[in-house]
């Protein structure tokens, strides 16, 4: 799933939260098929030994939740033929628990056995002409879509099962707000209490910037031509994740499908939103939430979101308006959040 760029706004208000004057440390490079950035904010920070540990955390991510991996652990996992519970390690059983929450919780509008259908509608260049595929098509794909009914968790055995050979798992929609929150980790262990990490979109702050102050963050106006901020809201010690559909799309017989599918119906999302964000109590979380909202939409989605005090900031097309014009819609959370 997509996740887009998002700025951090640093209040040029002064602060004294130190005994000496705090320096700000950024690291950035790649992971997960995007890049990373980190800034940390300290006294005497070795930089030398932090970006280090930052891309040792982030090997062992990638190692145990890269789906582009044949060697990691969800891929072996996806490849074996047994069906019988096999050990899983305590990272893989954090990110499949939180998986299991949110698919629950959203109807099933987060799914990590999406790949069925990932496979039958394609996400290669695509001509107008090209024919959407057929019901019976989506039928047999969603055969292999729920993974409430195809996987078992046993979070006190650490142990995962799946119900038939072809059974996979994609964690393209929650591994990398849990790899944000490992890089977090991280710093703490360094002893780094105020800091911002961010990978592709998805981020995690804690404490304030380098001025004292609470982290702000810009959500990005969902316009594919354009990176300009739509609303700037305050994120201290929370996750947030964005997730859009803007950039990766197709029309067909003069109808917009967008490229997030729904794991429930079988068919990509038509809805007017366009983009959703969500600020939980850690990236992981924020990450596959900002999914399962894109998927319901606004309408599904507000109810959900108040149901479970979710704070989640959505963007709709205004069709009626032109192509450029946007309804905004937030849940009592997000505006309780944004009044801090």
């Not at 995690?204 to 982290?215: F, L």
């Not at 507000?302 to 069709?319: M, S």
């Amino acid at each position: 799933m997509p996740r887009w760029f998002l700025f951090s706004l640093i209040l040029l208000v002064p602060g004294c939260w130190f005994d000496s004057d705090p320096e700000e440390l950024r690291l950035s490079g790649k992971t997960m098929g995007t890049t990373y950035n980190v800034t940390a904010i300290g006294v005497d920070l070795d930089a030398e030994a932090l970006s280090e540990a930052i891309e040792d955390t982030l090997a062992d991510v990638n190692a145990k939740m890269s789906n582009w991996d044949p060697n990691s652990e969800v891929s072996t996992f996806s490849a074996m033929e047994s069906t019988n519970p096999v050990a899983v390690s305590p990272e893989f059983v954090t990110v499949m628990a939180a998986a299991n929450d949110v698919h629950a919780k959203s109807g099933g509008k987060f799914d990590v056995t999406l790949g069925p259908l990932i496979e039958l509608w394609g996400f290669g260049p695509r001509k107008p002409e090209d024919p959407l595929p057929l019901e019976d098509a989506i039928k047999t794909a969603l055969e292999g879509v729920g993974q409430s009914r195809l996987l078992a968790l046993d979070t006190e055995q650490s142990t995962l099962a799946k119900s038939a050979p072809e059974v996979g798992i994609n964690l393209s929609a929650i591994a990398k707000g849990y790899g944000v929150d490992a890089v977090a980790e991280t710093l703490q262990e360094f002893e780094i209490e105020n800091y911002m990490v961010e990978i592709g979109g998805d981020l995690v702050t804690k404490g304030e910037n380098i001025k004292g102050e609470p982290w702000r963050i810009g959500i990005e106006k969902p316009d594919a031509s354009a990176q300009t901020v739509q609303l700037v809201v305050p994120v201290s010690d929370l996750g947030l994740a964005t997730s859009g559909d803007y950039r990766n799309y197709f029309e067909h017989d003069g109808r917009r499908y967008s490229h997030i599918l729904d794991p429930v119906s079988g068919q990509p999302v038509t809805h007017a939103t366009t983009s959703v964000t969500v600020i939980a109590q850690n990236a992981m979380l924020a990450d596959a939430w900002a999914t399962a909202m894109l998927v319901l939409g606004r309408e599904e989605g507000l109810k959900v979101a108040e149901q479970h005090k979710l704070a989640v900031y959505f963007i709709d097309r205004d069709v009626t308006a032109g192509e450029d014009a946007y309804i905004t819609a937030t849940s009592s959370a997000f505006d309780a959040l944004k009044a801090n």
